[in-house]
């Protein structure tokens, strides 16, 4: 088994959600879980929860590349999906991209040379009125992230894989 015990006991939750016929229902949950504690769906990954779950590995693979959630490439400690649809990129999303890319010496869907940060360009989060918008490892929603709000948050994270 790839997965840590404790992952597939999440998994065997996840499962008691559905009829013990409709494995393939937690086919979601299973890969956060996973990708959360390997950090990216890797084949190998896909190829684990596909037995796990008892389907086929290319009905996972389906999933994970299908929905933007999953990384399906190795991606850096923290992940800074930033939204640039119209109503960010109207309210400065485009230009905190822009930031960040400077800040880091990255481009969307690269990660910096000490593994760190991997800059994604993401799609529209739901909170508009918040804009622009930013998620940490898919997770962590931030709001109105300005050039010094952004510099404050990299800042942070950093300091945590210090200490």
């Not at 990708?35 to 190829?47: L, N, T």
């Not at 999953?70 to 109503?87: A, D």
């Not at 930013?134 to 962590?140: E, Q, S």
Request: negative net charge; aromatic residues 6%; proline residues 5%.
């Amino acid at each position: 088994m790839l997965l840590s015990e404790q992952a597939y006991k999440q998994i065997d939750q996840e499962l008691t959600k559905f009829p013990a016929d409709q494995k393939r229902s937690a086919a979601m949950a299973a890969l956060t879980i996973a990708q959360d504690e390997k950090g990216w769906c890797s084949p190998e990954v896909i190829r684990d929860v596909a037995d796990y779950l008892g389907m086929p590995p290319i009905a996972v693979q389906e999933i994970v590349t299908f929905y933007n959630m999953y990384n399906s490439k190795p991606v850096g400690r923290y992940t800074l999906t930033i939204c640039t649809n119209l109503p960010c990129a109207l309210r400065d999303g485009v230009r905190s991209a822009e930031h960040i890319k400077a800040r880091l010496g990255i481009d969307f869907h690269e990660t910096t040379a000490d593994g760190m940060f991997t800059l994604i360009e993401g799609e529209c989060m739901g909170a508009c009125g918040d804009s622009p918008v930013m998620l940490v490892n898919g997770k962590h929603m931030c709001c109105r992230m300005q050039p010094e709000r952004i510099d404050a948050l990299i800042e942070d994270l950093t300091q945590q894989e210090s200490a």
